[in-house]
C-alpha cells in the first residue's frame, strides 16, 4: 500500500487497516486518521507518535498496559509473535524464559505496567541488558520510555505496511 491508498481509505477502513499497528488499541489509528492526508509516509507515522504522546494519561496507560510480557506467550498479536520472534525470544532456554518472567514481574510490580522494548532488530541480549539499564528509573521515567518504545513499534510497523 502506498501514502496515496492510505490517503483514500475512508475513516472505518483506515481504522481496519491501521488497528492493530498499536497493540490493541485501534483508538490511536482512528485518531491519527484525522491527520490525513498525509504527505508521505514518514508523516504517517509521525501522526501516530503525536496521538500517543498527545493522549491523555489514563488512555496512555491503558495503551502500555496493552502490551505483551516480553517472551510470554499469550495474547500475542500476529506483529508481536513475528517480532519477538525475530529476537529469538521464540527459542528461550528454560533459564532465559526464567529470568524474563521475573524481570517481567519485578517491572510489572515496580511501574504498574509491562516493560515496553522494541524489540525489533534487537538480540536476547540487549534487551535484557535494557531490562537491567532500566529497573531503577523512576515510574514517570519509564512512562516516558515506555511510550517512546510505543510510537517505535508503531514507526516499525507502519513501515512494514506502507510503502515509501
Given at each position: 500500500?502506498?501514502?496515496?491508498d492510505v490517503?483514500?481509505?475512508?475513516?472505518?477502513?483506515f481504522?481496519?487497516?491501521?488497528?492493530?499497528?498499536?497493540?490493541?488499541?485501534?483508538?490511536?489509528?482512528?485518531?491519527?486518521?484525522?491527520?490525513?492526508?498525509?504527505?508521505?509516509?514518514?508523516?504517517?507515522?509521525?501522526a501516530?507518535?503525536?496521538v500517543?504522546?498527545?493522549?491523555g494519561?489514563?488512555?496512555?496507560?491503558a495503551?502500555?498496559?496493552?502490551?505483551?510480557?516480553?517472551?510470554?506467550r499469550?495474547?500475542?498479536?500476529?506483529d508481536?509473535?513475528?517480532?519477538?520472534?525475530?529476537?529469538?525470544?521464540?527459542?528461550?532456554?528454560?533459564?532465559e524464559?526464567?529470568?524474563?518472567?521475573a524481570?517481567?514481574?519485578a517491572?510489572k510490580?515496580?511501574?504498574?505496567f509491562?516493560?515496553?522494548?522494541?524489540?525489533?532488530?534487537?538480540?536476547?541480549?540487549?534487551?535484557?541488558?535494557?531490562?537491567?539499564?532500566?529497573?531503577?528509573?523512576?515510574?514517570?521515567?519509564?512512562?516516558e520510555?515506555?511510550?517512546?518504545?510505543?510510537?517505535?513499534?508503531?514507526?516499525?510497523?507502519l513501515?512494514?505496511?506502507?510503502?515509501?
Amino acid at each position: 500500500m502506498n501514502i496515496a491508498d492510505v490517503n483514500a481509505l475512508d475513516p472505518a477502513a483506515f481504522e481496519t487497516a491501521f488497528a492493530d499497528v498499536a497493540e490493541h488499541s485501534p483508538w490511536v489509528a482512528r485518531r491519527a486518521a484525522e491527520a490525513r492526508p498525509f504527505a508521505d509516509r514518514g508523516a504517517m507515522i509521525t501522526a501516530f507518535a503525536d496521538v500517543v504522546m498527545a493522549a491523555g494519561q489514563d488512555d496512555q496507560l491503558a495503551l502500555l498496559q496493552a502490551h505483551p510480557d516480553l517472551a510470554a506467550r499469550v495474547r500475542l498479536t500476529p506483529d508481536s509473535t513475528r517480532e519477538q520472534a525475530g529476537a529469538g525470544l521464540d527459542t528461550l532456554t528454560p533459564e532465559e524464559f526464567a529470568r524474563f518472567t521475573a524481570f517481567n514481574d519485578a517491572y510489572k510490580a515496580e511501574n504498574g505496567f509491562p516493560f515496553i522494548f522494541a524489540v525489533k532488530r534487537a538480540t536476547k541480549a540487549q534487551i535484557l541488558q535494557a531490562f537491567e539499564e532500566r529497573h531503577s528509573n523512576s515510574v514517570a521515567h519509564e512512562f516516558e520510555i515506555a511510550l517512546k518504545q510505543v510510537c517505535r513499534i508503531i514507526r516499525f510497523r507502519l513501515e512494514d505496511r506502507v510503502q515509501p
